[in-house]
């Protein structure tokens, strides 16, 4: 099994910025895609951004040229940095991870962002 731990979720006005970081229980390198979801209240979960263990990335249109994710091997740790924050990036962001064909889910971070 793989435990990920999130933090760095908040409140944030318009314009600002945040990172989040997700930590895995075991080495990173092991799981093959690692990624950030979101689901505001009332909508269902979306993709936001995902990265391999190559270290290839895709992003929702929604957040492309404003979120980078980003991973630290050595660390065991996936960051989001969010940049640029909408009132509709308004969510509970899970961190995932697939592991030995099993996908894994955080606990989730919340971020609100006020207009």
């Known amino acids: 099994q793989v435990q990920l731990v999130e933090s760095g979720g908040g409140l944030v006005q318009a314009g600002g910025s945040l990172r989040l970081s997700c930590a895995a229980s075991?080495?990173?390198?092991?799981?093959?895609?690692m990624g950030w979801h979101r689901q505001a209240p009332g909508k269902q979960r979306e993709l936001v951004a995902g990265i391999t263990s190559g270290g290839n990335t895709n992003y929702a249109d929604s957040v492309k040229g404003r979120f980078t994710i980003s991973r630290d091997n050595a660390k065991n740790t996936v960051y989001l940095q969010m940049n640029s924050l909408k009132p509709e990036d308004t969510a509970v962001y899970y961190c995932?991870?697939?592991?030995?064909?099993?996908?894994?889910w955080g606990q989730g971070t919340r971020v609100t962002v006020s207009s």
């Open positions: 075991t080495s990173i390198l092991s799981i093959t895609t």
């Open positions: 995932n991870g697939v592991y030995r064909f099993v996908r894994y």
